[in-house]
């Protein structure tokens, strides 16, 4: 294994599929979020303000900000809608005998 941070998020049967749920990775708080089938993970800050993505409506890919409104891709981080202009990071998800995990990108 290597010496990466990897932190368990959960049984894949207690993170079905549109459960949200947040970790912290190296003292950052990040949203882990099954999206059809997939797990994705971003900081969970939104990048207009201090707002955290947890809860956030999901759909077609995006997670919304429950503050202001601002759509995230999933899959990137990348801000859809206004008004967050900058991305928020995105980590990495990975499953490994029934449990998912998340490791920095
Ligand atoms: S804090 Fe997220 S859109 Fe403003």
Known sequence: MTAQTRVLVGRVDELPEGS???VDV???SVVVVNHEGVYYALRNNCSHKDY???????????????KHGAKFELATGKPKTLPAVKPVALYRTEVEHGEVFVLPL
Do not use: N
Not at 54 to 66: A, F, K, N, P, Q
């Open 26 to 28: 190296d003292g950052r």
């Open 20 to 22: 949200q749920r947040a």
């Open 52 to 66: 955290p993505l947890l809860g956030g409506d999901v759909s077609m890919g995006r997670i919304t900000c429950e």
